[in-house]
């Protein structure tokens, strides 16, 4: 696979030039406040940002936010993500209030070399995502007309097939910006010849959302530990009471056969912490994964889980003495937005970081997790910023934004 990068265009010049920067500003906002809740993507962006800012670019910033329907919606606006970009770079940031419209090519025509300009939310225009190729293909057109270079740094959206990501590169001179650049160097670690003991962490809601990856990677890990809601459809294969906790019925027996061909690799939770209903407030108690009681629902692994995933990930669990040598985790092991059922992510989250291992934490909650319990992102190799984008990447699909950026 051969890509250009950042510093093939920097060594070109980009001084006076536009370049379009395709970055994934999608932050979570408050549902009341609208105030950004985690600014970790943005901060992500900066290294490319900065980079053209100094080389006398005229930087285009575009991005999507949210899932709107095609349309502007105000709820889903980037204007307070331009306040905070704004902030970080130590300049303003010019806001275009459309994508492509009057509003956007005003904008970026009155900026000056080393300047920066963010467009309003990409998929407020339908062919940012259109199916269609001429719709979206069109809307590509329009989109490129803005640069004179494109530079992909959204690495949580290269796996869609979307306008900005898909089509916009072969309109334009692209290169891998520096974000995108370092998750496939460290993406391709994990699928290649990854340093020994290998061990997977994984959790969220849905085994559906994870059985590709878990297939793609059981053949290659020592041991795969899996928490999380998902967690519940592998106890009721195993013939366990779940309560009232997420299962997927139809996933039992497909959990089942992984069991029987894991070789015992997979671990699961030995206690759960199960509440009364799903509320902070709720009354919880920590259960036996075998004795979950019929009314309760699962919301967190117990603290006998977490000390032998714990274990599994520094001593000789792993099968080795020494320790694991390398670690991927995705996905919670609770819902830890809540302080009551905040304690199984948290306690595994920082054996992961305490381990001496080459560390990637699988973005999307993961790395929301990892910030908003105040661990330090440096404790770890790698804090991935496209969950999705990830998981699908160590599946071995080919990821569209990807292909996009080969020459």
């Known amino acids: 696979m051969s890509i250009r990068n950042l510093d093939d265009l920097l060594a070109d010049g980009v001084s006076g030039r536009r370049v379009l920067v395709r970055a994934d500003l999608n932050v979570p906002l408050g549902k009341q406040t609208g105030q950004i809740a985690d600014d970790g993507r943005i901060r992500a962006v900066l290294p490319t940002l900065s980079a053209l800012v100094q080389a006398g670019a005229k930087v285009v910033v575009c991005s999507h936010l949210g899932r709107p329907k095609g349309a502007p919606d105000p709820q889903f606006s980037l204007r307070p ?69 494109y530079v992909d740094d959204a690495f949580g959206a290269v796996h869609r097939k979307h306008a900005s990501v898909f089509d916009v590169p072969a ?73 009232s906790s997420l299962l997927e019925e139809e996933m039992v027996e497909t959990c089942g056969n992984l069991l029987e061909r894991s070789e015992g690799k997979i671990m699961l939770p030995v206690d759960v912490v199960a509440a009364t209903a799903f509320s902070p407030d709720a009354d919880h108690d920590v259960f036996r994964a075998d004795g979950i009681p019929s009314h309760r629902v699962g919301l967190d692994i117990g603290p006998e889980t977490v000390a032998g995933f714990a274990a599994a990930i520094k001593d000789a669990a792993c099968g080795e003495p020494g320790g694991a040598r390398t670690i991927f985790w995705n996905g919670p092991m609770g819902v830890f937005e809540m302080p009551a059922f905040a304690n199984g992510t948290r306690g595994v989250a920082e054996a992961i970081a305490k381990a001496d291992a080459f560390t990637v934490v699988g973005g999307g909650d993961s790395a929301a997790a990892v910030r908003a319990l105040g661990l330090d992102e440096s404790s770890f190799s790698h804090i991935s910023t496209g969950g999705g984008a990830s998981l699908e990447y160590l599946e071995g699909k080919t990821l569209p934004g990807i292909a996009a950026l080969e020459d």
Do not use: W
């Not at 010019?94 to 467009?119: I, K, M, N, P, W």
């Not at 290649?192 to 990677?217: H, M, T």
């Not at 053949?219 to 013939?239: E, H, N, S, W, Y």
């Open 81 to 149: 993500v331009a306040g905070r970009l704004g902030e970080l770079l130590g300049a303003p940031v010019h806001f275009a209030e459309d994508t492509v419209g009057e509003s956007a090519r005003s904008t970026v025509e009155g900026l000056a070399d080393g300047q920066v300009a963010l467009l309003e939310n990409l998929r407020f225009n339908k062919g940012e995502t259109s199916k269609d190729d001429a719709e979206r293909g069109a809307f590509a057109d329009q989109l490129a007309a803005l640069g004179d270079a």
């Open 171 to 243: 309109r334009l001179p692209h290169v891998a910006g520096r974000l995108v650049l370092r998750e496939v160097e460290v993406l391709s670690k994990l699928t290649g010849e990854p340093e020994r003991p290998y061990v997977v962490v994984l959790g969220g809601s849905k085994v559906s959302d994870k059985l590709a990856v878990i297939e793609a990677l059981l053949p290659k890990v020592d041991r795969l530990l899996i928490g999380g809601g998902m967690c519940f459809t592998f106890l009721k294969a195993q013939g366990h009471e779940v309560g």
